[in-house]
């Protein structure tokens, strides 16, 4: 089975997501400052760099938030995960998403569903990662407004209707 566009829209969507709402935080500084916030992308980006490196045989290194000095260190981390997804996908046109594949950290989540995992797909945690990415920035979004700042659209129909833009990292 072939990457499907629609799957390569979703990481497009993702990475300008990403980076849009990287920009949102760095242009307030309340936001910026904000441990919740850092946690939060923290965790955006660790995410990627495991299912990443789940898919290429590569595995990662696992950096624990306090690790990061500061928001930078996190945002140059999301950037080279960013650079990363982009070849893997185009590398690899003949992906079987149907290939099972098994999930190393879903064991920890066996006791809080009182079962054990069961079977997933490459293209379901393919999904997986860009769902769970839009529910962090969602979180993201909803902590700049309590701070006082007006959160970016970040919602897939907006990409679209603005054609699909291609966003730079901020410096």
């Given at each position: 089975?072939q990457l499907?566009n ?5 990481f ?8 849009t ?6 242009a307030f ?6 441990i919740?916030v ?7 980006h660790?995410?990627?760099?495991a299912?990443?490196?789940l ?6 290194l696992y950096?624990?938030f306090p690790?990061f000095?500061?928001h930078?260190?996190i945002?140059?981390?999301?950037k080279?995960?960013h650079?990363?997804?982009?070849p893997f996908?185009?590398n690899?046109?003949e992906?079987?998403?149907g290939e099972?594949?098994?999930v190393?950290?879903a ?5 809080v569903?009182?079962?054990?995992d069961?079977?997933?797909t490459?293209?379901e945690?393919?999904m ?14 909803a902590?700049l407004?309590s701070l ?5 659209m970040?919602?897939?129909?907006v990409?679209l209707w603005?054609?699909?833009?291609k ?5």
């Open positions: 089975m499907h629609s799957l390569n829209e979703l497009e969507h993702m990475l300008w997501a990403d980076i709402v990287w920009k949102t935080v760095l500084p309340k936001g910026r400052e904000d919740k850092q946690e939060l992308l923290y965790h955006i660790l995410t990627h760099h299912f990443l490196g898919w290429t045989g590569d595995g990662y950096r624990k690790d000095k500061n930078n260190e945002l140059e981390w999301g080279d995960v650079k990363k997804f982009a996908r185009e690899n046109p992906l079987d998403l099972n594949i098994t190393p950290w064991k920890m989540y066996n006791e569903l009182t079962k054990t069961g079977p997933t490459l293209g945690t393919m997986q990662l860009v769902m769970h990415s839009n529910y962090h920035r969602g979180q993201i979004n902590r407004r006082g700042a007006e959160p970016p970040l919602d897939f129909i990409w603005l054609g699909k833009p966003e730079e990292w901020p410096k």
